[in-house]
């Protein structure tokens, strides 16, 4: 199965910074998708990232709030934009590997907003 | 949006009890899914069922997936320590995105 390098692995940050957190997947994966699970609680998806056009982004979520890029099969990016407290959470990218069964979800990024 | 409705929100069993955690929905499913949330860590993928009344063993533990395909439960035997975690169900409605239900906590007591 597809093996995911997700960074960074947590961080602390300033209201009102941008973190930009990273996925590589090893291997050619055709969806990539990125989660946030806040403390003790679900996954709730945030977008579709789409290869070579915009991400698709579920009710609640917005492109100017957490901008999406992926540029290749392999790697994307989610940026947290202008931070609040709120945003403390983690965030997981995940991939369907080619055997099409189940997600495989990167280590996460904890994010902590102060 | 879409949901998926999960219980119990948390279970605390002695080991050697059995456990069960259940989810819904309330339109059909393509599929669903589960996983394992070890504590600190990334959800782990356990199996899919895509059937109508399907059922899926895994050493200890049971999947079984709803004759309308609209609930399944996870049933694990004589739990152990090691079984320890949250468990999920995740359903399939469209274009491959999976909308996680709430997930159990299961707590095990030596």
């Known amino acids: 199965s597809a093996v995911i390098s997700q960074k960074p692995s947590r961080d602390i940050c300033q209201r009102g910074t941008s973190l930009t957190i990273q996925c590589q997947v090893d291997?050619?994966?055709?969806?990539m998708f990125w989660y946030r699970q806040q403390p003790g609680q679900s996954l709730t998806l945030i977008a579709t990232a789409n290869q070579g056009s915009e991400a698709t982004y579920e009710s609640g979520f917005v492109i100017d709030k957490f901008p999406i890029s992926r540029p290749n099969l392999t790697f994307s990016t989610l940026t947290v934009s202008n931070m609040s407290p709120e945003d403390s959470s983690i965030y997981l990218c995940?991939?369907?590997?080619?055997?099409?069964?189940?997600?495989?979800f990167g280590s996460g990024t904890r994010l902590t907003v102060v | 949006g879409q949901q998926v409705m999960q219980i119990p929100q948390y279970q605390h069993v002695q080991e050697g009890e059995d456990f069960t955690t259940y989810c819904n929905s309330s339109t059909t499913l393509s599929n669903i899914q589960w996983y394992k949330q070890r504590p600190g860590g990334h959800p782990v993928f356990l199996i899919q069922l895509v059937k109508s009344g399907e059922v899926k063993k895994q050493k200890r533990l049971t999947f079984q997936f709803g004759e309308a395909k609209k609930n399944s439960s996870l049933h694990i035997t004589a739990t152990q320590t090691t079984d320890v975690g949250t468990y999920f169900c995740a359903g399939l409605y469209n274009f491959n995105k999976f909308y996680f239900g709430s997930g159990t906590k299961l707590n095990v007591k030596p």
């Open positions: 291997s050619q994966v055709t969806m």
């Open positions: 995940s991939v369907v590997p080619l055997s099409g069964h189940g997600y495989t």
